[in-house]
């Protein structure tokens, strides 16, 4: 017998002897179903008077027929099914994994239960996706099956039919209003050591050994505390409002601008893009934070946003989506006030007090190790130190290298650059972001 379902049937069998003395006295229970009918009675067809969500506390004053009388909140009172209460709250730990600690299946994972005790945008998806899993009909399945292999026409195609889901509606409501993201959702910039060890974060692109040759011959200057005196002075301008809210403690709201679409272009087919109902969705935080935007002249113009992000729900299923460029819905307003090509973007909580950086340029020669032949080609690199409060020491440096690859319209090589950010804060160097060109998908 497994310890997880030991522990399920003890904590079963105190509710069950809590509730059996419920007539003697109130006993204090709590919601273990994720979204609950509270009904005016006794009865499966009663009335439906409100809805509680898991882990609501909620005082039992009788039991009958299965239905526990209950008493929470301000006054208020109902049935509910008493085998949705539990003798203790149910935790991240309960229901929130989809495997356990040895890899099997956990049996009480429940997404809808995880997003109410902890909501994210990654659990209000994983909730739509059960539900694309479990409750499209048959034939409106095999509709959307035909028209992902091609056997329907594009121009043939029928929107995406999907019906509403008190639930999920209530979700999206919740998010609607503003949460605050847990705290490991935040994306601090990453120190850079500059040892042969250093390397991007998991994850990110370009990351693969196979360049990790490249990075090892980045050569950031020895530098000074300057601008920047904590992480959470920058912020990567990739990274989402729930990041951002992660981070610097600022709510975040989620809407959804469409419904689910058909998408793909020549190139990839047809794709589907979104989940269940929701297609394109928008992130954005509660309180405006500054937007900042630097040329190659030195020049600095300033927004100030909500860092608005707008995306595909459940992510893009593109191939290119992964490699394409830092987008924000204000980057071409604050691009009329600057004179040059963009050399750098991000965020912060506070205003720059400067209009202009000093910058600095230098170039070196990367050499390839032999063993790699010709799957990667970066042959030089330039490196930009951007002085923000002109003290003679750089707070900013952007790192490009050069990777020479096969052109695929034409003969000879293509270039395409690979930009990585770096911070100095309190004299230490940390990755900020990247960007890129891809010989595939640049834009």
């Known amino acids: 017998m497994s310890t997880s379902f030991c ?25 273990s179903g994720s979204y609950v009918n509270v009904r005016a009675s006794a009865a499966k067809n009663a009335a439906v008077l409100d809805k509680l ?67 994210t945008n990654d659990r209000l998806m994983a909730v739509a996706r059960s539900f694309d899993k479990t409750m499209i009909p048959a034939k409106e399945r095999e509709l959307e099956t035909r028209g992902l292999t091609g056997e329907i026409p594009r121009d043939a195609l029928q929107p995406i039919k999907r019906f509403a889901i008190p639930e ?4 999206r409501a919740l998010l609607s209003k503003g949460v605050l993201a847990p705290k490991e959702l935040g994306t601090a910039p990453y120190l850079w050591d500059g040892s042969k060890a250093a390397f991007l974060p998991e994850g990110t692109t370009y990351s693969a050994s196979a360049y990790q040759w490249a990075y090892q011959q ?3 200057p020895q530098v000074k ?61 509660d309180k405006p934070v500054y937007s900042f935007a630097i040329d190659e002249k030195g020049n600095i113009a300033t927004a100030k946003n909500f860092a608005d992000a707008t995306d595909i729900a459940g992510g893009d299923p ?20 600057t004179q040059g090509d963009l050399l750098v973007l991000y965020r912060a909580l506070q205003a720059l007090p400067f209009g202009k950086a000093k910058l600095s340029l230098s170039r070196q020669t990367l050499v390839q190790p032999k063993n790699l032949g010709n799957k990667v ?25 050069i990777n020479k690859q096969p052109n695929i319209d034409q003969q000879g090589f293509a270039e395409y650059k690979v930009k990585l950010v770096f911070a100095n804060i309190q004299g230490r160097w940390y990755y900020l972001e990247h ?6 998908c640049a834009d």
């Open 435 to 440: 960007d890129i060109d891809d010989a595939y």
């Open 53 to 119: 969500v898991i882990n609501t506390a909620v005082m039992v004053q009788n039991q009958s027929d299965g239905f526990c009388e209950i008493s929470w909140g301000a006054q208020q009172h109902g049935f509910i099914a008493c085998n949705l209460l539990s003798a203790r709250p149910t935790t991240l730990n309960d229901v929130g994994a989809e495997k356990l600690a040895d890899g099997k299946p956990n049996p009480n994972y429940s997404p809808t239960r995880a997003f109410w005790l902890q909501p």
């Open 318 to 337: 593109h191939p290119c989506a992964p490699s394409r460029h830092i987008v924000w819905p204000e980057k071409d307003q604050i691009s009329k006030n």
């Open 377 to 401: 080609r970066f042959v030089s690199a330039t490196m930009s130190a951007v002085d923000l409060d002109s003290d003679g020491i750089a707070d900013i440096v952007v790192w490009e290298g």
């Open 218 to 220: 980045i050569k950031l």
């Open 225 to 285: 505390p300057s601008y920047f005196k904590n992480v959470t002075d920058v912020i990567s301008p990739k990274i989402t409002p729930e990041n951002i809210s992660a981070q610097l403690g600022i709510p975040w709201k989620l809407q959804v601008d469409s419904p689910a679409f058909w998408g793909g272009d020549e190139v990839v087919g047809v794709l589907l893009a979104g989940v269940w109902d929701m297609g394109k969705v928008t992130q954005k935080l």
């Open 168 to 171: 999920l509606d209530a979700m």
């Open 7 to 31: 522990r399920l049937s003890i904590f079963s069998l105190l509710s069950s002897l809590a509730l059996s003395e419920a007539a003697a006295a109130p006993v204090q229970q709590w919601v």
